[in-house]
């Protein structure tokens, strides 16, 4: 007769043996769609791409993708079926001809009644309405009424950078940039002024980083692809995405700011205030079209989560490229010089002459653009282009490899801003080139990010010039495995000089 304690063991062995085989079992019947459906890719092993995100930057795991299995493939995240599409045509079919069945973006984490309204996560109707509210807000005029709280921000990005030429050692400029970024979500988002390099304690300031770290490969976004229906329990039970710390930090922010401009109307031209206007001009509408407390909570939000990290990688590498260039920086900075007067501050107005600059930054976005893969959401089953795509599949465009496939540039990989002179852009494809992805769901924040780096790297060259220090990572930099973001994994260590005024 077995002892008590054998059988408990026994038990718990063939507990075990079950779950691992329904494990099994489910995890191979979810792997099943892409061989059913005659479209290629790899074999997804047990949690398909996963084990590839903690070794590999996600843009060099689409590159090797695509060039073994073509333009459009399968894979599987966990559980989750992805087709990868990097087809200028499909992509112009998905995200502007079709769009009322690709209007969605996949959810990958539950949301809270806070985070259902953030643009970038919204869907259907409320994503239309909430899209067309927010859109004024980003029009010439708000941005030019914004650009002094901007300004303000740069004067402190160069005290600190002044601090740290003078020593003449290497900088990681990555940093200060973040730090400068930071500062403008706060200011324009958040209603706050804040120097963040001065005060990397501060509440806000530590909340905005915890917030923004999130990898491909975290336990909590594996936990979710591999069971999908996890998202909708966690849903029911109020849990979203975002920490309990930081949401609550965010949400006595914002509270504190909104009850104190609704009692004391301020003059400061914010984003965050153009969000309390949305609601006050919106609150007679019926159900579902008035735009809520939550809406102004998302809204600024939204600026943190899409407009911090995207721009300050904009920037961090629109300076190594100038580094490593400085025949590309000395002529930008003579374009600078010949536009400018020797006192004019960059503005949302003057920097629309600089065209030699805008042709580097463009070129610096496709190098490195910020989001390394978008995303659409298939809402009904349909067939695209001879492949049927089923209800509720993922598609990513996979902006980065698209960005470095030679069949649209020659050479992917070198540093060329002539590729943005009119005569090359009107000979290309226009849909291979996505930084700010493409149709009605493409970036609500293109021109004030655009104006943002201009102005900034305006403001930086005329005082320094950029150039390289022996911790400068060349040819090419190593970028972080795994991560959402073309997030330069060592820093981006450059020197800078004081020009002669
Ligand atoms: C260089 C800087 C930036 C880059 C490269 C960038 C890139 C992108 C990309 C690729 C998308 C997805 C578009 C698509 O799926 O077609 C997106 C969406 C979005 N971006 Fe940006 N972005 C930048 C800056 C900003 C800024 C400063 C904001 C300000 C708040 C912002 C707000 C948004 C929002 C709200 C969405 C979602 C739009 C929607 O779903 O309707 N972005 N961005």
Redesign the pocket.
Known sequence: MACFGCETLLWIVAIVIVLAAAFYFYITWTHRVFKNAGIPGPEPGLLGLVSEYRKRSMGDIDIELHKKYGKILGYYNASLPVLSVADPDTIKDI?IKNFSHFVN?PNILPLDKYEKGI??L?RGAK?KST?SILTPTFSSGKLREMMPLMHTCTENLLKHLEQHAHSGKSVDVATFIKGYSLDVVCSVAFGIDVDSQNEPDHPVIKACIKAMNLEMASPYIVLCATFPFLIGIFESLGIGFMTSDCKSIFTKLIDDVVKERKENPSKRKDFLQLLINANEETKDKEDGLAFTYYDIWSGAV??LL??YD??S??LTFALYNLATHPEVQERVVEEINTNFGKDEVADHDNVGKLTYLQMVVDET?RMY???VR???LVNEEMELNGYKLTKEMEIF?P?YAIHRDPDYWENPDRFDPERFSPEQKSSRHPYCY??????P??????R???M??KTVLVSILRKYRVICSPETERPTIELTPGDFMCRAKNGVFVKLEKRDS
């Not at 769901?441 to 293109?446: A, D």
């Open positions: 995200c973006r643009l970038t919204t994503w899209r939204v600026f899409a407009g995207t721009s990688i904009a976005l653009p910020p989001l978008t995303s659409r465009l902006i996505l930084p700010f992805g493409v149709g769901r493409n970036c609500i924040g293109n004030l990010a655009l943002e780096i």
